[in-house]
């Protein structure tokens, strides 16, 4: 392996020269498109005269070189892979370069690239380099003006960001379009589009009676499928106005839908590029649970206008700045928009799976990394989701109303400027007059903080002790860890009046659900005037990103599941109880002893069922067991198979005694009204759905005749995909084959669909689900080079469908170290991406250790992108 050497944190400085306004002139073609690029420099006022200019560029033809119009001579430069150095330049000066690119070998989908017949970018975090010679780094900030020149047959539509200002005619069936930005911006949030599309438009009035005309532009055939993406846009615009003071600030707005993308989507000013994945539906091709990502996702990218775009960030240390920070807001607007309970549910459920996960494995990582190889590798869910956690307890610590007014003074206080987590967290302390100091280690330390909470009730004292002790384990480069500031709601319920009790601390009463402050690595709280003895519903809302341990009997757990007056701690209750019994179960499995059902999991489920008093959307939460990762994350050692044994046992013991209950919350719940994607109905086809999942692990008869008929009906994607899914998972081969079959000649033409297509496949438990994998690669719909594709069949094999990924034979293993050996070449970003499974190798048996770490050594054979060097190395130190 060739060794890429780190950068630091602790290494920043000013560049020594800035950029104030940028002119680029883009001449198209496949195979060899012409960039010109006219820099207006100047040297930073903090650094010294005399410095070298330096600018980053990568796989670039540079084709001419001027300084203030005068060509340079060779001896003047100096280029390498990285960049490009000039030895000698005044204080202000105009650099002219041209440089040619290749957009139809970039396969790497980072700078200027093809996707299908159009050409588009992008640029976070670094593929500005890609396109031409300039200071990559988001602290230089710019205007920019860009022209584009295409070919009218093949490139109709030319966009920029910012707004059109010139357009005309060239010779040789060429036309060009100039767009101007007047919002100074570093070059991460350059766009370009060209090619055939089509556009949908809409328009906003602004808070302050501005008229912005919004437009999505998607190949011709998506021209139905972008309705619920511009509602969710004007929704997202509305409640940017409302919950933050925020107004959008150009005349025009617009989204771009493009099949290849490396990720969900981008941010770049007035020209927001998605994969088509995370922009279009419609309820014949997409799920109830595609609606949510996309509106989560529309509003995502708008949100970052102002936290990105007019404020952004000094380095890319400082990633979670930006993108902590939109997580929470798009999170607060899809809560308020849809069901926030079942909201809340669902980003813990994914959070304490996913991220706990990440933290505990090779490549754990602080929210602000203080080393990174490669930037691209830390668009992760530690920066994204555990960043937005972190902004969510600053909420719940400073209060909503100082929330706002902090953010209010961090807007205008850094309008225009490139800033650190430091400049956003002081404004909340200079606000709220809260001393954050320590709060700010849950930056700097990686790693999930495990709480250990006790309790004791003193019947003649009428006092409930309760004790938490916290400790953060070791993660590599940080063995020793300080203590953190832990916010933790609780409250405590008591036993006979099944009610929250009063809480009253250090003789002061804090209400019936309150926040106490654990900042020490032990520390007692003692509750006085308690009447009776409480059960603590501990973690409220998941107040902090932690591991909380209570030794809760199960008795306890079905209490709390019954009687929390929080929705969210009711059901981790339920979760709680029924992973009491996997562990059991799991244990029964190992020892190869016959498993029994615990009859109190059993009983809370009827409740549920019968009660039917919750919200359908919670219900349905409630009655879905623990994914076998999250049991996963559970144990100390991995068991595969004992843990998919325990699982399915569960759920078929569930099944079995539940059987009536279950198809008549099925009947009941069926419905023929047309699809709308409302929270209620999404609840109700949840619940519907998750009734027919049990009913189908057993294959019930009713419940397949339901399976066939529900995909027979063909009424909507959600229901349709989860029939097929349950069909292809189960033994009925002779119903699920020809439907299967169906639905791939049906959609083989709808690039989404057969996304799905290919998952629910390899997704199956049965054995054969590897051969499918291999064999599905060569179907004419899958290919490497499309990111979608490689997610929706190798990301779902290797990801949920543990017990066939994790064969013993290892040719799960091999089958993915191929495809990143493959991917190495066409796409590190993706490569160090997919590889992820294999990197967690430390937590499984002796024989899995081994096959696992095998492949990654053969993979560390190859000659490695810095992407996936930067993993290796971690998974393999
Ligand atoms: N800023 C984008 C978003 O969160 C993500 C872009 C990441 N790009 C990448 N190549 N890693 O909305
Ligand atoms: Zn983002």
């Not at 933050?244 to 005349?251: A, C, F, K, P, S």
Request: glycine share 6%; aromatic share 8%; net charge negative.
């Amino acid at each position: 392996m060739s060794e890429p050497q780190p950068i630091h944190l602790s290494d920043y400085r000013p560049p020594a020269h800035r950029v104030t306004r940028t002119e680029l002139t883009f001449d198209l073609a496949p195979g060899a498109t012409r960039v010109k690029a006219r820099l207006h420099l100047e040297r930073h006022p903090e650094r010294e005269a005399g410095e070298p200019l330096w600018l980053d560029g990568e796989s670039l033809v540079l084709k001419s070189i001027a300084l203030d119009g005068q060509p340079l001579e060779e001896d003047e430069y100096q280029q390498s892979n990285a960049g490009l150095k000039v030895h000698q330049v005044p204080e202000r000066f105009i650099l002219d370069t041209e440089v040619e690119i290749a957009p139809s070998e970039n396969t790497a989908l980072e700078g200027l690239y093809q996707s299908g017949g159009m050409y588009c970018t992008q640029c976070e975090a670094e593929g500005f380099r890609r396109i031409t010679f300039y200071p990559d780094r988001p602290d230089v900030m710019a205007t920019f003006t860009t022209t584009v020149i295409g070919d009218t047959q093949s490139e109709p539509i030319l966009l920029s960001n910012g707004n059109p200002t010139e357009r005309g005619e060239l010779p040789n069936g060429r036309h060009f379009a100039t767009w101007e930005d007047p919002h100074p911006k570093p070059c991460y949030l350059f766009a370009l589009v060209a090619g055939d599309l089509k556009k949908v438009e809409d328009h906003f009035t602004t808070m302050s009676g501005r008229e912005v005309t919004l437009q999505i532009w998607v190949e011709e055939e998506n021209l139905g499928k972008t309705e619920h993406a511009m509602e969710s846009l004007k929704r997202a615009m509305r409640w940017d106005e409302q919950a933050y003071g925020r107004e959008y600030d150009l005349d025009l707005f617009m989204i771009v839908a493009v099949n290849d993308f490396n990720m969900g989507a981008m941010e770049n000013k007035g020209l927001n590029i998605f994969n088509s994945a995370a922009v279009l539906t419609h309820s014949r091709t997409a799920t109830d649970a595609t609606f949510q990502r996309v509106e989560g996702i529309v509003a995502h990218e708008y949100f970052h206008n102002w936290s990105g775009n007019r404020v952004t960030c000094r380095d890319w240390f400082q990633l979670s700045l930006k993108e902590g920070f939109t997580v929470f807001r798009d999170q607060s607007f899809s809560a308020d928009v849809n069901s926030a309970p079942v909201k809340r549910i669902e980003e813990v459920s994914f959070f304490r799976t996913a991220q706990f996960a990440e933290d505990a494995g090779p490549t754990a990582h602080p929210v602000r990394p203080d080393q990174y190889i490669e930037i691209g590798n830390f668009y992760t869910l530690t920066i994204y989701e555990k960043g937005a956690e972190i902004v969510r307890m600053l909420c719940n610590l400073v209060g909503e109303e100082k929330f706002r007014e902090g953010s209010d003074l961090y807007f205008s206080r850094f309008d225009g400027q490139a800033v650190t987590i430091e400049d956003f967290v002081s404004c909340m302390a200079e606000v709220s007059g809260l001393d954050l100091t320590q709060f700010m280690r849950w930056y700097s330390q990686a790693g999930t903080p495990e709480i250990d909470a006790f309790g004791e009730y003193d019947y003649a004292r009428g006092q409930y002790r309760l004790l938490l002790r916290q400790r953060t384990p070791a993660t590599p480069g940080q063995s020793e860890k300080q203590a953190l500031h832990i916010p933790v709601r609780l409250g405590l319920v008591g036993t006979k009046s099944g009610s929250d009790l009063t809480l009253t601390l250090d003789g002061e009463s804090l209400g019936t659900d309150a926040v106490i402050h654990l900042r020490e690595e032990e520390q007692e709280f003692l509750f006085t005037d308690v009447e009776e003895a409480p059960v603590p519903s501990l973690l409220r809302g998941f107040s902090a990103p932690v591991k909380l341990a209570f030794p809760y009997s199960r008795e306890d757990l079905a209490f709390l599941l019954a009687n929390d007056s929080d929705g969210f701690n009711r059901w981790d209750a339920g979760q709680r109880l029924t992973l009491l019994a996997l562990d059991d179960l799991i244990a029964a499995h190992r020892n190869g002893v016959e498993k029994v059902m615990d009859s109190r999991v059993v009983d809370a489920f009827r409740i549920l069922l019968e009660e039917n008093s919750d919200d359908k959307a919670v219900l349905a939460e409630m009655l879905t067991l623990p994914s076998e990762a999250y049991i996963a994350e559970q144990q100390p050692l991995v068991d595969v198979d004992a843990i998919h044994a325990a699982r399915e046992f569960v759920r078929q013991s569930l099944a079995h005694e539940l059987r009536d209950e279950l198809l008549a919350v099925y009947r009941t719940n069926q419905s023929d009204a047309a699809y709308e994607p409302t929270p209620e109905q999404i609840g109700q086809r949840a619940l519907k759905n998750v009734a027919l999942s049990y009913l189908m692990s057993i294959e019930d008869e009713e419940g397949v005749e339901a399976a066939k008929a529900q995909f027979g009906t063909d009424h909507n994607m959600t229901d349709v995909r989860h029939a097929l899914t349950l069909l292809v998972h189960s033994s009925c081969s002779e119903i699920a084959d020809p439907a299967l079959k169906a639905f791939g000649q049906k959609w083989a033409q709808d690039p989404l669909v057969m996304d799905q297509w290919f998952s629910l496949q390899v997704t199956r438990p049965q054995p054969d689900a590897l051969d499918r994998v291999r064999y599905l690669m060569e179907h004419p719909a899958f290919s490497l080079k499309n990111p979608n594709k490689v997610r929706a069949l190798i990301g779902a094999f290797a990801n949920q469908n543990r017990i066939n990924f994790h064969r013993l034979d290892g040719e799960g293993y091999r089958l993915l170290a191929d495809v990143v050996i493959k991917l190495n070449r066409l796409n590190p970003e993706i490569a160090a991406r997919i590889i992820t499974p294999l990197t967690r190798w430390k937590r499984f048996d002796e024989q899995r250790q081994e096959l696992m770490k095998a492949e990654l050594e053969r993979i560390a054979g190859e000659d490695l992108s810095p992407n996936l060097y930067e993993v290796i190395s971690k998974a393999l130190a």
